[in-house]
């Protein structure tokens, strides 16, 4: 009786459940994966949902227009109930999901879980870490406050200064000669439309691409393996839980103010784009633009093409680990030196 | 994977997913719920009070009369379309501005503002009129509606 119904019912919708299910709950887990270090990637994972549901929420009520956008972000903090709540969670998810996936990238550099033959992997995740950025660019550039407003004009202003089409290119993002309305509408259509689908698509490429290579063995682990289901389940059911309460508790007691009014003929005296873009920041104020632009880009290309470049190195394994340990852990340095001294001397 | 299936579910397994999946749906729930309270919109009205300011026979026509509310002046004025109660505190830095009635104006001491009965800026730096309370006749008597203040424990 009960196989008949199913039978029936699978007639008319003629989709395999079980199959479906043995994919995404009996994947073959290496026993390696047990140790919190190897959970950093489900994080991000698991805050982009947050992010369109909170999102979607915001949209609800925010208005990208010049003249109602800081409005609207101010009507969301103080008036709308549990406004800067909702508000506050997208706004530390986004710099969570910035923390997690650099975390999740000095994971997969210093096991080298880019190798052969996955080198592909690490290129769709670093154009997630760039479409992260963006995505999150374009998000704190739409609440029109004082800093949102000229970190976007400082921001697009880069977008000019690539070679040959830096000045078209400029004029498509802001759709006019200055930061204004057309900007505006241009980077909400990519924050909440062209951005999400993009990462949307490319998580499920590097998912799949996981999936396919099955996940790297780090050395000196038993070579013994679990089912997704429920071993694996609950550790991200876990890493949930936590994420959730840890931005339910950001959001309550380091809420994200609104600032001053975005005021087109008047920069502010100290201006700064968001904590991630520190580094990048400092060097460019050290180096005329175009050449460090120059060389912000190699950095990039350097590391988007490091799976093929390492083995370039040397011939020996040994020597191979050890210069892409120390490139690895001077770049992180240098990094992170940067960040604070941008922090500490503005 | 025969075995997976056939394995016996122990008790400890049973509670610990329980407790696992039993926590991620309560967190999820109280998301949820919180989501519903975000996208509905406040309908809660500013509670106010009805308060007795003056009976109608006791301010002359083009006259005002100074009474306090809640430590707060506030000037009751009968005009020809009828009455009008403006909030004393002047709306540039707030002190409070005292009717002249042989200069038939409310004038401020501290920046020198000056507002007509009515209750509009003539002269000096106010930003706006006078603040207004919604006033209610009834027979002989005026009322105004004033919004309760609500005091937290931080405020």
């Known amino acids: 009786m009960v196989m008949s119904t199913q039978a029936e019912s699978s007639k008319r919708f003629p989709v395999d459940g079980t199959a479906i299910g043995d994919v995404l709950f009996k994947e073959k887990i290496p026993v390696h994966m047990k140790h919190w270090l190897f959970a950093m990637g489900t994080t991000p994972f698991i805050l982009f949902p947050i992010q369109i549901i909170t999102g979607l929420m915001l949209a609800f009520y925010f208005i990208p227009s010049p003249e109602l956008a800081y409005e609207s972000v101010r009507h969301i903090t103080q008036d709308v109930q549990l406004g800067f709540w909702i508000r506050g969670i997208h706004h530390w998810a986004a710099n969570l999901m910035i923390i997690s996936i650099f975390l999740h990238m000095m994971r997969v550099y210093f096991t080298q879980a880019y190798r052969k033959p996955r080198e592909l992997n690490w290129i769709f995740g670093f154009i997630l870490l760039g479409l992260t950025m963006t995505i999150s660019f374009t998000g704190y550039s739409l609440t029109y406050n004082q800093l949102s407003y000229w970190a976007a004009t400082v921001g697009s202003n880069m977008v000019g200064e690539v070679p040959l089409i830096g000045n078209l290119l400029l004029a498509w993002l802001r759709g006019g000669s200055d930061v204004g309305t057309n900007t505006l509408t241009r980077f909400y259509t990519l924050h909440v439309w062209v951005l999400p689908i993009l990462i949307t698509i490319m998580i499920a490429l590097h998912i799949i691409v996981l999936r396919g290579h099955g996940i790297s063995q780090p050395e000196g682990f038993p070579k013994e393996s679990y089912n997704f289901f429920p071993g694996h389940m609950y550790k991200i059911v876990i890493v949930g839980l936590f994420l959730l309460s840890l931005l339910s508790l950001l959001a309550v007691i380091l809420p994200p103010g609104i600032g001053d009014k975005a005021d087109p003929v008047n920069t502010p005296l100290h201006i700064q784009p968001e904590w991630y873009f520190f580094a990048v920041f400092l060097f460019l104020k050290w180096v005329p633009l175009s050449v460090g632009l120059f060389i912000v880009g190699l950095v990039i290309l350097v590391i988007v093409f490091w799976p093929f470049l390492e083995p370039l190195l040397s011939k020996k394994e040994s020597q191979r680990a050890l210069i892409s340990y120390l490139l690895g852990s001077v770049a992180i340095l240098t990094l992170i030196v940067f960040t604070l001294i941008e922090t500490f001397t503005n | ?155």
């Open chain 2, 1 to 155: 994977m025969e075995t997976d299936q056939a394995e016996k579910r122990t008790r400890r397994e049973f509670l610990r997913r329980m407790g696992v999946f039993g926590a991620l749906i309560l967190a999820m729930g109280a998301f949820l719920r919180q989501l519903l309270v975000f996208f509905s919109p406040s309908m809660k009205k500013t509670p106010t009070h009805k308060f007795l300011v003056a009976k109608v026979d006791e301010v002359p026509l083009g006259q005002a009369k100074e009474i306090t509310i809640q430590g707060k002046p506030v000037f009751v004025v009968h005009l020809e379309s009828g009455f009008k109660v403006f909030s004393g505190v002047c709306t540039h830095l707030g002190c409070i501005v005292k009717w002249e009635p042989n200069n038939d104006r409310f004038y401020c001491p501290c920046h020198k503002g000056v507002f007509n009965r009515e209750g509009d800026v003539m002269e000096g730096p106010p930003p706006r009129p006078l603040d207004e309370f919604v006033v209610e006749l009834d027979e002989n008597l005026v009322f105004i509606q004033v919004a309760d203040k609500r005091k937290g424990p931080w405020s």
